[in-house]
């Protein structure tokens, strides 16, 4: 039997084809709802709750009070807040500053260009908590560089820069720099690879100079590529755990606590997972207001 474009087998075909594209994503879409808006809905759920496995006669709802608690009778979640501000802020622009001298220098063409850029960006593959010990050993007091720059007057012996208040901030940073700055000079240099080589050969024949060139030529075309990184390096330094954790422990006094070592130290170590939820929250909240209004201020993907 033929089938006519009127016969109802013919018309049922383009509702098959329509609901075709959403079968085949409907696994993609459970599993992001399995793994991201169900435990974002928990955490919400239990800022709400007063919810501590050693106290469980108090349990139950708090309404708002864990947000009154942590806004106005918390000064550690200030302070760790401060910090997690400045870490983001000194961490991400030393990177990208960094970041990009080294993809610049690593995109020109010189003997042993390929070995240069692995020695570049091999830190990007070692893990925090490797990244740790390797620091840990620099930072000892006894047999790392301390006792070195000792030696030279730079510093004084038995120094331990991640035990001094004073240095341990800086010392996290160096640390952090040397995994960090890879990411930037990766993501920069494939980037500077898609830039025509016709745009400097005539600014060259005009007389640009080679900053001139940069200013005019480099930055504007590395526009998205530099805000899309230091918004996802803005986001990851601010969530960063590892490192300082190993590192410091947050220590010494809470110098170097960020506000997800401070929710881990609520949440995990006191075991008050309402506390710690109201503290996720807040912090959830801060990094998506961050992440629309940048995007909207430095008009990411808006042609020049």
Wanted: aromatic share 14%; charged share 15%; glycine share 8%.
């Amino acid at each position: 039997m033929a089938i006519t474009p009127t016969s109802p087998r013919a018309r049922r075909r383009p509702g098959r084809a329509a609901r075709t594209p959403y079968v085949l994503i409907a696994p993609a879409v459970i599993a992001m709802l399995g793994f991201l808006v169900y435990p974002m809905a928990g955490v919400l759920y239990y800022s709400l709750q007063h919810y501590n496995v050693t106290r469980p006669w108090d349990n139950g709802f708090a309404g708002l009070e864990n947000f009154r608690t942590l806004l106005f009778e918390d000064p550690l979640f200030w302070q760790s807040l401060g910090f997690s501000l400045k870490w983001v802020g000194v961490e991400v622009a030393l990177q990208l500053v960094f970041g990009l001298a080294l993809a610049l220098i690593v995109n020109e063409t010189f003997v042993g260009r390929g070995l240069a850029r692995a020695a570049v960006f091999s830190p990007w593959a070692v893990s925090g908590v490797l990244t740790t010990g390797i620091w840990i050993l620099l930072y000892n007091p006894t047999t790392g560089l301390s006792r070195y720059l000792a030696d030279l007057g730079l510093m004084r012996y038995g120094a331990a820069p991640l035990a001094d208040p004073d240095t341990v901030f800086w010392a996290a940073v160096l640390a952090e720099l040397w995994r960090g700055v890879p990411f930037f000079a990766i993501l920069l240099l494939a980037d500077l690879q898609t830039i025509s080589k016709e745009l400097y050969e005539a600014a060259s024949v005009d007389g640009a100079a080679r900053l001139r060139r940069f200013v005019h030529i480099t930055l504007p075309h590395l526009k998205d590529a530099i805000i899309l990184s230091t918004l996802l390096r803005c986001v990851w330094e601010f969530n960063n755990v590892d490192l300082l954790y190993t590192l410091t422990g947050g220590g010494p006094a809470h110098a170097t606590t960020t506000l997800p070592l401070y929710v881990a130290a609520k949440a995990v170590q006191s075991h008050d997972f309402g506390y710690g939820s109201a503290l996720t929250t807040v912090a959830f909240l801060i990094l998506t207001f961050f992440s629309i209004a940048y995007l909207r201020l430095s008009r990411f993907g808006a042609k020049p």
